[in-house]
Nanobody, 122 residues
Framework: QVQLVESGGGLVQAGGSLRLSCVAS????????MGWFRQAPGKDREFVAL????????SYADAVKGRFTISRDNAKNTVYLQMNSLKPEDTAVYYC???????????????WGQGTQVTVSS
C-alpha cells in the first residue's frame, strides 16, 4: 500500500512558476514509476508527466513539454513537478500517482493522491 500526499498548489499569474511535491508513505517508493496528472473542470483527467524508478526516463505531455520538469528524490520518498511559464490553461487539480507499468494511461496507476489545486490567472 502506498499513500500519496501532494502539496505546493496555489494561485499564480500567467508566466509564473510553482513547484508541486508529492510525498509517499511506505518503504517501496523507489519501486514505483511516478506520474503527474491533472483535471480541469468539466474535462477528463489527463497525463502530464512521468518518471521511472531511478529517474532515468521521463516523459511529458506535449502541452507541458519544455515548461514542466518532473524529478524525484527516493531518499525522501518524494516526486516533484516544477512548473514554469504557467498559462491559464494549466489551471486544474494536479494529482500524483504510482504504478509499476510504464504507461501514461491513468487507469493503469494503482495509487493516487488527493490532488492539489493550481490556478493560473491571466
Amino acid at each position: 500500500q502506498v499513500q500519496l500526499v501532494e502539496s505546493g498548489g496555489g494561485l499564480v499569474q500567467a508566466g509564473g512558476s510553482l513547484r508541486l511535491s508529492c510525498v509517499a508513505s511506505g518503504r517501496t517508493f523507489s519501486s514505483y514509476i511516478m506520474g503527474w496528472f491533472r483535471q480541469a473542470p468539466g474535462k477528463d483527467r489527463e497525463f502530464v508527466a512521468l518518471i521511472t524508478q531511478s529517474g532515468g526516463i521521463t516523459s511529458y505531455a506535449d502541452a507541458v513539454k519544455g515548461r514542466f520538469t518532473i524529478s524525484r528524490d527516493n531518499a525522501k520518498n518524494t516526486v516533484y513537478l516544477q512548473m514554469n511559464s504557467l498559462k491559464p490553461e494549466d489551471t486544474a487539480v494536479y494529482y500524483c500517482a504510482a504504478t509499476q507499468i510504464l504507461t501514461i494511461v491513468n487507469k493503469e496507476y494503482d495509487y493516487w493522491g488527493q490532488g492539489t489545486q493550481v490556478t493560473v490567472s491571466s
